[in-house]
């Protein structure tokens, strides 16, 4: 089978600012129960995705382009690139920010423990 990716534009993503747009590559069906996500994400400049929890899943980004502030379970900020993978384990929390003056393009999927 072949399609096109959903795109879906969301305001304010877990308490972020601004818009981000993603772009769901494999569906919630299509993963059969093992996660929720799998797309690729874009952060405008000035947008973010708010600091969150995973509870019961895993997510682990995968920076293409751009650059970013991540900011890890223990509230630490880490600047990002292209190449950079960051992972949130179960339980812990992060959040990500794009503070550049270019698009912030990364990876994500979010999968069962």
Do not use: W
């Not at 304010?12 to 799998?38: C, F």
């Not at 952060?43 to 973010?48: A, F, H, I, N, V």
């Amino acid at each position: 089978m072949v399609r096109k990716t959903n795109t879906q534009i969301v305001k304010e993503l877990r308490g972020g600012k601004g818009e981000v747009e993603i772009q769901h590559i494999v569906s919630k069906e299509e993963l059969n129960g093992h996660g929720t996500m799998y797309a690729m994400v874009r952060l405008k400049p000035g947008c973010s995705i708010g600091y969150h929890q995973h509870v019961g899943n895993t997510e682990p980004y995968f920076i293409l382009e751009g650059k970013g502030t991540f900011v890890d379970n223990d509230g630490s900020r880490t600047e990002v690139g292209p190449g950079d993978v960051c992972y949130i384990e179960v339980g812990q929390s992060h959040a990500m920010e794009n503070n550049s003056d270019q698009d912030l393009v990364m990876m994500a999927l979010v999968y069962n423990a």
